[in-house]
């Protein structure tokens, strides 16, 4: 894995990874290729590999975050909306929950309930005017966006006072056996298996290497919450479910009423 900090934005969620892209100007680029060719086995995959990140841990997520039934939802980074549909659930209304991605592919895959808008857009520029949702959710793609600031500001923007922030992550274990098994796990037995029960075999190989990748390289945690915090969100903390796989991380946050 190459990276080169003299490409990277002040506030990235890692450095360029040189072994997949050039530098940043490309990467929003290839993430969206990446994604889009291998869309179909994402959903398989998931619930082959998803480490408990299945529908029980994220409609938990969302409900330990502050979501309720009738609340306004952007659900960011939806990808197939596997979050987007628990939200769905949650709030009891299909038509109030929006998921955006940056992957037409990833969107065409998602089953959702009637009334689930699905809009292009990134994380960095969401196509809605300010102050639009009650609750912001992003499931386990903030390590793929550009610069956290101008997410986490734009985050802010569209988010009504008093609403609420769940992003959904996976972070490194703390212990430098977990991470080695970690990285075992998701480097070679998970490509392996993607091979083996994959369509787009050779694509979905690599976007599982990418993803523990991503997950090595990323920012610590109270950078994240930090820069948060810098955003205007109050009450911004990681939280971990001891009874859950430490692994799974969950950034929670209030925009001030």
């Known amino acids: ?13 890692h450095q360029p990874l040189t072994d997949y892209y050039a530098n940043e100007d490309a990467r929003a680029g290839f993430v969206r290729e990446m994604f889009d060719s291998t869309a179909e086995d994402y959903d398989r995959m998931e619930t082959i590999l ?10 938990q997520a969302l409900e330990r975050a ?3 039934a009738g609340m306004r939802v952007i659900d960011v980074g939806t990808g197939t909306g596997l979050v987007a549909k628990e939200a769905a659930r949650i709030v009891g209304d299909g038509a109030l929950v929006t998921g955006v991605d940056p992957s037409p592919g990833m969107m065409a895959q998602a089953k959702l309930p009637a009334g689930v808008q699905l809009v292009e857009g990134r994380a960095e520029a969401i196509p809605f005017p300010d102050g639009t949702a009650d609750f912001l959710s992003m499931g386990y793609a903030l390590r793929h966006i550009s610069d956290l600031e ?34 075992i796990y998701m480097k ?10 994959g369509r787009q075999k050779k694509g979905t190989c690599k976007l599982w290497r990418y993803y523990w990748d991503t997950i090595e390289a990323c ?6 919450v930090a820069t948060l915090e810098a955003a205007g969100f109050v009450n911004a903390r990681r939280y971990i479910d001891t009874k859950g796989l430490p692994i799974l991380a969950e950034y929670q946050a209030t925009k001030p009423e």
Do not use: N
């Open 219 to 224: 920012v610590p945690a109270a950078q994240v």
């Open 150 to 183: 101008v997410a986490f500001r734009e985050f802010y923007r569209v988010m009504k006072p008093g609403a609420k922030l769940c992003l959904l992550e996976i972070t490194r274990p703390e212990s430098s056996w977990g991470r080695f098994f970690l990285k």
């Open 66 to 68: 502050g979501l309720k």
């Open 188 to 197: 070679g037995i998970v490509p392996l298996l993607a091979f083996v029960v």
């Open 50 to 59: 998803g480490l408990g990140t299945g529908p029980w841990y994220r409609g």
């Open 1 to 13: 894995m190459s990276t080169d900090p003299k490409l990277t934005p002040a506030h990235a969620p």
